[in-house]
C-alpha cells in the first residue's frame, strides 16, 4: 500500500524534511532574541540614561558633582587663570598628549567623568601639584584640565558625551 | 522491550567517547532507536509537551527572577516593573503565568490517558507513582509561584490554603507558624516561597529523569494495553515519534501562544491586580482553575479536618492504583464497562473544577459532595468490583495481529495459564 | 485526517470549555446585577488599537479630574511619549511633567530639596499616604487607577458604565446615606461622588466634553496605562502566530510523509 512515486523520490521527500527543519530552527533562533534582549537595559534605566545638570549656581572657581550612570560627573567653572594655565601647558610633554581645545566646549567649562583612569577611584578635587585632582589611591596626579600628569593613570580623564541646552543647563549624556 | 538493535560508533571519536562515557550510545539508544509501539495516538504525545512545558517555565522564571523583588513593598511593582519596562518583559511574564496553566492542562491530559489505558498496572507501577510525585511537586510549586506577584489572591490563597496546617490536631499550630516564619503569611514567608518556587522545578526536572528512566525499562503501554511481542509491533523513536511529538507541541503551542498573545489574563483572577492588603478580604476567594477541582473537594465537608484529609486523600489514593486496579487487561479500548465509569469520572472531575469556583453552598454544595463521593469511589469501590467482574470485549492477538483472541479470560488469581496479553514482552 | 482530529479536538475543545466557563462567570452584586455597556472600543479584538486621540484626550481627564485623589504610581511621563500610547511629543511631555514638584534627596543642613519633574519621574502621588487618602475622602480609598481595568471583570466596560452611572435615577425606596447612587457599583452605593459633568473640563483639541466622551476618552486612557504593551502584543501575536501555523501545515506534511509506510 506504499506509494511509490513520492517514497522513490528522494529529492522530493528531502525537500519537505529540509524546509521543515530550516523552519522549526528559525523559530526556535527567534525565541532566542527576547529572552536576550531583556538583559538589557530596561526601559526605566534608559529613561536614567542622560541627565540635566543646573549650572546657574556655581561661582567662578567652583565645581558641582553629580551622578550619572552611576558615576560622578566634575563639572568645573574655571577661573582666567586656570584656562591660560590649561592652555600654556599643551606644549608640555604630557603622558597622554591632549590639546585643552580639545577636551571642552566652552572654554570656562570643564566636564570630565571623576573616576580614575588608573584603577577608578575618585580623585580629590582642588589637589595634587598641577592646580587641577589628585587620586589618593596610587597617586595620580591630573592637570586643570583633566590630563594626567603624574602618576600610574594611562590616560586623560574621560570626558563624557554632553551638550549645552542652553547657557545654564547641561545634558550628560 | 526489543534489544536486538545496538548502538554501534561509527567514527574514531564516537568510539573514543564511548569507551569513557557513553553519551552518544545513552542518546541513541534512549531517544533515536528506542523502540517504540507503531501505534500510539496523540494522547502518547503529552510527555514531551510536558517536557517542553517544564523548560519553558524554567527558562523564564530564571528570566524573571533576574527583575522580580521577593519583598512585600516591592514585588507587586517589580512585577509592574517587568510588565512595563523590561525588553519584553510581558512577553515572558505572560508566557510564565500562561505556562503554568498549559502545564496543568497538559499534565490532566497526560493522567487522564494513563487512567484509560491502564497505563498504571504492572509492570508501570513505580512510572505512575514518580508520575504522582510530579503532580503533586508541581501543585506546590505553582501553588507558590502563584503567591509571588503579591496580588490580593495571592495573598489571601496563601492565606487560607496554609491555615489549612493548622487543623492538624496537637502539632498544627506550631508547624504553622514555622512554615510561616511569623503568626501571618508576611514577608518571611513571600521570601522562602520564592526560593522554594526556584528550587522545586529542578527536583521536578530530577524526577522525571527518573520517570523517562523507568518508562524505558519496562518499554511504552499502547492504545491496546497488549505488551509488545516483536520487533514488528515497534518502529524507531527517531525520526517518527521526534516528529509527531513536535507537530502535537506545534498544535499545542499555538494554543498557548493565544493564551499569551490575544487573552493573556482571562485564565487569571482580576483581584490579582490589586496589590495584596491583610487588612481586605476580597468578596470570593478562588484559586488558579487548576486548583480548583481539589478545593471543591476541601469545601465539601462540613468538618475542616475532614475536608483537608479528603483534599490531600483525592491525591494520595493515585499512589495506590495499580493496587485498586488490578484487572489483567490494560486498555478501556476492550473494557466496556470501565469506559462508562471512565467517562462518568472525566464529567465529575470536570465539574468539580467548576464547582470550586462557586460559593459551596445550595445545589453546588451538594453536586460537590455528590462530585467527591463518586471520585473516590471510582477508585476504592468501582475499580476492584471491575477488576473482579468485568469481562472484556474482543482483543486482537497483538499490536500487529488484527485477529481476534479468543482464549477465555482469567478473571485475577487463576492459574490456567497466561493470556497473551499479560505476556511480559523481553 | 484523523491525525488532525484527536489532537485538535482535545485540545480546543478543553480551550472552548475553559473559555466559556470563564466568559460566563459575571460577578453579580447582591441586588443589582447591570450588564456592562459595550460602547465598542478601537483596542479590542485581535487587532485592535488604541485611539491616539482619544488618549490623548483621557490623559487631560485623568490629570485634570481624577488625579486629585487617584494616584496612577506605576505610570511615568516617558509612558507618555513612547509609542504605544497617547504618543505626546517629548517636549509636551516635558512640559507636563515641569508643573509638578518632587523631593529629592537633601541639601547641607539636612531640609528637602525640591524640584521640578521630569519625564523619568511617576506620576504625582495626591496623598502621602493610603491612611491620609482615606481621610480626605470620607474613610474610602480611591484606589490607584494605573491597572484598574484589569482589576475588575470586563473592566473598561465596567467603567465606561459606572462613570455614566451616575446619571441613572434612584429607586426611591433605597436608602444610602451619604453615598452616591450608582447601579454598575456592586451593592449599588458608591463613596465616590459622581466625577464628570458635562463640561467639566475643555478639551484641547475642542471636542465637546460631554460626560459619554469623557467616560469614554477616560476609560481609553486607562485601558493603556493598564497595558502599555498591548498593541506590541497582538501585533507579535499575529506573526508568531502566523509562523506556527505555516509551521503545523509543514509539520503536518512530514508527519504524513513519515507515517505513510507504517501499518
Redesign the interface.
Known sequence: ???TN??NDPSR?DF??I??AV??AT?AASVAW??I????P????S??SSI?ADISSIPEGGSLKVAWRGKPIFIRRRTKEEIEMAEKEDSVDLPHPEKDLDRVKNKEWLVVVGVCTHLGCIPIADSGDFGGWFCPCHGSHYDISGRIRKGPAPTNLEIPPYEFVNENIIKIG | MNHDYQYTPKNGFSKWLDKRLPLMRFADENLLSFPTPKNLNYFYTFGFILTMCLVTQI?TGI?LA??YVPNTSLAFDSIE?IM??????W??RYTHSNGASMFFLAVFIHMFRGLYYGSYKEPREIIWILGVVIFLLMIITGFMGYVLPWGQMSFWGATVITNLVATIPVVGEPVLTLLLGGYSVDNPTLNRFFSLHYLLPFVIFGVVILHIWALHVTGNNNPTGIEVKDSKDTISFHPYYTVKD?FAYVVFLIMFCYFIFYNPNILGHPDNYIEADPMLTPAHIVPEWYLLPFYAILRAVPDKLMGVLLMFGSIIVLFFLPWLDTMKVKSARYRPLYKIFFLLFVIFCLLLGYLGAKPPEGIYLFLSRVSTIYYFAFFLVIMPILSRIEKPSPMPIGISNPAINNEVFDSGGGTTGTPSYAMDSK | MNIFKNIIKNNFFILFVIISVFNTDVDAAEGIALKNLKPGFSFEGPFGKFDKDSLKRGYQVYSEVCSSCHGMKQL?F?NLS?PGGPEFSVEKVKALASGYSIVDGTDEYGDPIERSM???DYFPKPFGSKDEAKAANNGAYPPDLSLIVKARVDGYNYLYSLLKGYEEEMPDDLDIGDLSYNPWYPGGAIAMYQPLYDESIEYEDGTPATIDQMSYDVTNFLAWAAEPTMEERKRLGFVVIG??V??LI??Y??VN?LF??V?
Open positions: 500500500m506504499t506509494d513520492d517514497n521527500r519537505l524534511y524546509t521543515t523552519f522549526g523559530g527576547p529572552l534582549d531583556q538583559l538589557n530596561s526601559a526605566s534605566v529613561a536614567l540635566e | 527558562i528570566v533576574m527583575h516593573h512595563r519596562d523590561v525588553n519584553y518583559g512577553l515572558i513536535l | 511615568s516617558r513612547q521630569l519625564l523619568s509562523f506556527l505555516v509551521f509543514l509539520m506534511l512530514s510523509r505513510r509506510d501499518h
